[in-house]
């Protein structure tokens, strides 16, 4: 099994940015999933950000967040990045990583096996 763990999640201001990070852990390696990101706000549903492709190389995002978000991963440190910029109050959510054992991204929550526990991002007026 895969056990997922988010961190870097906090409180900025509009216009600021972050960095979170997903590291995996257990029995396969994260080079061998694609992985994702979600959010989730109150009140809606979980919805996708981005993801990155089992090999790397390619990305997929959200239209919301093209051009503000990037997707990077580290197969050596198992760790899936995600870079936000120009953060908006809209961005405000729980922020989770999740993987799935194949070579491309989907853009459905139910198609991913591995969920992490989620890191709060909280963007402020």
């Known amino acids: 099994q895969v056990q997922l763990v988010e961190s870097g999640g906090g409180l900025v201001q509009t216009g600021g940015s972050l960095r979170l990070s997903c590291v995996a852990s257990?029995?396969?390696?994260?080079?061998?999933?694609?992985m994702a990101w979600f959010r989730q706000a109150p009140g809606k549903a979980r919805e996708f950000v981005g993801g990155?492709?089992?090999?790397?190389?390619?990305?997929d995002y959200a239209d919301s967040v093209k051009g503000r978000f990037s997707i990077s991963r580290d197969s050596a440190k198992s760790t899936m990045y995600l870079q936000m910029n120009s953060l908006k109050p809209e961005d405000t959510a729980i922020y989770y990583c999740a993987t799935r054992p194949f070579l491309s991204v989907s853009l459905f929550s139910s198609e991913y096996g591995h969920w992490g526990q989620g890191t709060q991002v909280t963007v402020s007026s």
């Open positions: 990155i492709s089992r090999n790397g190389f390619n990305t």
């Open positions: 257990g029995r396969t390696f994260s080079s061998n999933y694609a």
